[in-house]
Nanobody, 119 residues
Framework: QLVESGGGLVQTGGSLRLSCAASVSIFSFNTMGWYRQAPGKERELVARIGSAGATNYGDSVKGRFTISRDNTKNTVNLQMTSLKPEDTAAYYC???????????????WGRGTQVTVSS
């Protein structure tokens, strides 16, 4: 249901914009966001955005990355600036849907897109 695009190779200090397209209305998700995983490291939160627009970011990307949502296109975007070699990782789109009666938390992941920052 989630398809990422926009990854690639960029030099240090450059910018990239990732996009996550959902096959359903993004209003159906309580939160959407981006995680990343570098080789040999655990997957970590990059940024996430709630259905009302509240955002939070991982400490390492604060001030450099911006997450946004386009409700008309059912996409969540990640604008990345001032990229560093340590930003190199596979970036995964993530979405959570909470339902009640009965309570259920459904988590969705995209297949990922590679971001490589050269020094």
């Amino acid at each position: 249901q989630l398809v990422e695009s926009g990854g690639g190779l960029v030099q240090t200090g450059g910018s990239l914009r990732l996009s996550c397209a959902a096959s359903v209305s993004i209003f159906s998700f309580n939160t959407m966001g981006w995680y990343r995983q570098a080789p040999g490291k655990e997957r970590e939160l990059v940024a996430r955005i709630g259905s009302a627009g509240a955002t939070n970011y991982g400490d390492s990307v604060k001030g450099r990355f911006t997450i946004s949502r386009d409700n008309t296109k059912n996409t969540v975007n990640l604008q990345m600036t001032s990229l560093k070699p340590e930003d190199t990782a596979a970036y995964y789109c993530h979405a959570v849907r909470l339902t009640t009666n009965p309570y259920k938390e459904s988590v969705y992941w995209g297949r990922g897109t590679q971001v490589t920052v050269s020094s």
